[in-house]
Structures are given as structure tokens and as C-alpha cells.
């Protein structure tokens, strides 16, 4: 595996790969939408907790399903969509974010009639295909023969998992995969939720809607950025990451990020480098440009491909993918596509 990314940057990757990708560290997961129901989007589906202390962060809430259809009808458009077009007919790019509060779980009206007018729906990676599951939670585990980390840092990682008041089974995975958990869920005290993230949610209505869901990415593609072989260069990862988790600051930059996102704030996302507080150093640097912009190219070329066979596709994927001059839609636009902003009539503040 190639160096795994700086913590500061993990945050943002982490949140919808890992927290949803291993059951045990969410206990509300969003379920598909029975076939009965195809109109409907998904409701989480909550497991038995383990014994919690008082401090513990808030446990995610399900929806419950007989309050959707009001929900839908009082959803606020979130987050930043585009009209892609060419050929006679039309996709969509929409910026999600990974970790929500619960009453942005469902999509408004302008978001909503997208998804249904598009015939599938393309994702970072479609979590809630069997496949891709396995092969994500295969990867995030500790090999047997991994080498222990430095007693120090090993009782900091515990000490870490238990303030989180995660599930015993954490232990079970990379190192570094814990603390990109951990990180992913450092805003829940504030109500920012891997459980209530924006991509499984479309994920579960696009199910209900009986159209198919694709995968821009694979696993394993997604764990090369995250974790690494080399004993020294995990070590290294985890500590940064517990330094953040330590003081506190890791959950500050996510919900910013996740405010921004609600808002349509295109230009604060866009300026995400420079007040982020992860981009320090020139390997923190080029880290962000391999995570963010570097996938750029092969997702815009995925959705492009998808268009061109005839397909109308809706495209979700973290909104930093789609801002500043390597996001998505300037490089659809590059290669001919008419591109324009969706603007949300109930908007809070779009830029």
C-alpha cells in the first residue's frame, strides 16, 4: 500500500468509507426501502448498543419510517447540484458531505425530482452492494500477522476507542483504519453523524426508486489512501491522529465542512485548503491534492463514459470533488458538457 494520508485529511475521507462500512461503530445504519415502498427513501435501522457511561456521545436516532413522507415534504435542498448536458440528454453532479446532522438526511424537492429523473445512480462506492462490502470490511481488517503497535500508542488508541464508546470489535481493524474512524465520528457531540451521511441515503432511495447504483471506485482503491504495510509509517499515522483526537480540534474543521456543505457554500469549500488546518506542510499539500483532486479525472471520466452509452446518471460524491478548477463539473465541461448550477429555492446561502 502506498504512505497513507495525513489525519488532518483522513477526517474528511473517512467519514462515509469506514463508520458505514463496519456496522459495529454505527448503531444506526440506513436500511434499503422495501419494494413496497420504492418512492420512499431508506430509514436507518438501529442494532443493539453496547453499555454506554453518561458522557457518551448521542446515539444515532432511525428515522421512522411512517414520518417519511412528511419529512420529504419539509426536506430543504442541501448541499450543491449541477445540470450536466450534452447529446440531447442529462446527469447530474452533487456534492454530499459524509457526516450530517439527522434532519439533513432526507433530499428536497429540487434534489429529489434529479434522482428521479435520472435512470442511475453513481456513488463513490455503493456500500450497500454485498460485494463491495465485503471486500471493504476484508481490507479494513488487521492482517494476523501485523506487527503491534508501540505499547504507548496502542494505550492510546484504546483509551481513544473507549471516550468514543465504540463497539469492542474496532480493535479488530488497521490501525490507522481506527483512527480514520475515530476522527469520522469527533462531531457527534455536536450532532454531525456518519450515521445520518447524505451518500447511503441516496444509496437506499436510489434502491427504492429501482435504479441501479454504481460504483465510481473500488475498495481497494479507497484503502490504498488510507492505511500502509509499513510498520513505522503506521505508527506515524496513528499518533497524528491521536494528537488530533487528544486535543480535541479533530471534529472543529468537520463541521465546518458539513455547515458549508448544508449552505451550498461553493466558495467556502472551495477555499477548504486554507482553513482547514491540515495543510501545514508540503506533504500534507500534495496528500490533499491526492485525495480530493487526484481522483478527480477517473470519476469525471466514469460519469462521462456513462453519459456517452445514453445514460442519465446522478453522480454523488463529497462535495470537495466538485468545487475549484479540478473539481467535476470544470472537467466535464472541459470536455464539452454544458454545465450549470442548480440553484435551491429554499437555500439558506449559496455562493
Known amino acids: 500500500m502506498t504512505s497513507p494520508l495525513p489525519a488532518a485529511l483522513r477526517r474528511i475521507f473517512a467519514a462515509g468509507l469506514l463508520a458505514l462500512a463496519w456496522p459495529a461503530l454505527v448503531p444506526a445504519q440506513v436500511a434499503a426501502p422495501s419494494p413496497s415502498s420504492p418512492a420512499e427513501p431508506p430509514a436507518a435501522t438501529a442494532q443493539a448498543p453496547a453499555p454506554r457511561s453518561a458522557d457518551c456521545p448521542p446515539l444515532p436516532r432511525p428515522l421512522d419510517p411512517p414520518t417519511v413522507p412528511q419529512g420529504l415534504r419539509r426536506a430543504h435542498d442541501r448541499g450543491l447540484l449541477w445540470r450536466v448536458e450534452q447529446g440531447g440528454h442529462t446527469s447530474w453532479l452533487y456534492g454530499t458531505v459524509h457526516a450530517a446532522r439527522r434532519d439533513w438526511m432526507l433530499p428536497g424537492s429540487t434534489v429529489l425530482a434529479a434522482v428521479r429523473a435520472s435512470d442511475s445512480v453513481a456513488l463513490e462506492l455503493d456500500l450497500m452492494d454485498p460485494a463491495v462490502m465485503q471486500a471493504l470490511q476484508a481490507a479494513m481488517r488487521n492482517p494476523a500477522d501485523a506487527p503491534p503497535l508501540p505499547p504507548d500508542l496502542a494505550r492510546r488508541l484504546a483509551a481513544q476507542r473507549e471516550a468514543a464508546c465504540v463497539d469492542p470489535s474496532m480493535a479488530q481493524l488497521r490501525p490507522e483504519v481506527q483512527v480514520s474512524s475515530l476522527l469520522a465520528l469527533s462531531a457527534r457531540r455536536e450532532g454531525f453523524d456518519p450515521a445520518y451521511g447524505i451518500d447511503l441515503v441516496l444509496d437506499g432511495l436510489a434502491r427504492g426508486l429501482r435504479k441501479p447504483v454504481l460504483s465510481l471506485e473500488s475498495p481497494e482503491q479507497q484503502m490504498r489512501l488510507l492505511a500502509s504495510d509499513d510498520p513505522q509509517e503506521t505508527a506515524a499515522d496513528v499518533a497524528a491522529g491521536l494528537a488530533q483526537l487528544e486535543s480535541h480540534a479533530a471534529g ?46 477517473a470519476m469525471a471520466s466514469a460519469i462521462e463514459a456513462q453519459h456517452r452509452a445514453g445514460h442519465s446518471v446522478f453522480a454523488a460524491v463529497g462535495a470537495l470533488h466538485l468545487v475549484g478548477p479540478q473539481g467535476l463539473p470544470a472537467l466535464l465541461a472541459a470536455q464539452g458538457f454544458k454545465v450549470e448550477r442548480v440553484p435551491f429555492p429554499s437555500a439558506t446561502s449559496a455562493d
Do not use: H, I
Not at 451550498?264 to 499539500?285: F, H, N, S, V
Not at 490533499?288 to 479525472?297: E, K, S, T
Open 252 to 297: 472543529d474543521a468537520l463541521a465546518t465542512l458539513a455547515t458549508a456543505w448544508s449552505d451550498g457554500r461553493a466558495a467556502l469549500l472551495e477555499t477548504y485548503p486554507d482553513w482547514c488546518g491540515c495543510m501545514k506542510t508540503p506533504a500534507e499539500r500534495k496528500a490533499f491534492d491526492q485525495v480530493v483532486a487526484g481522483r478527480n479525472p
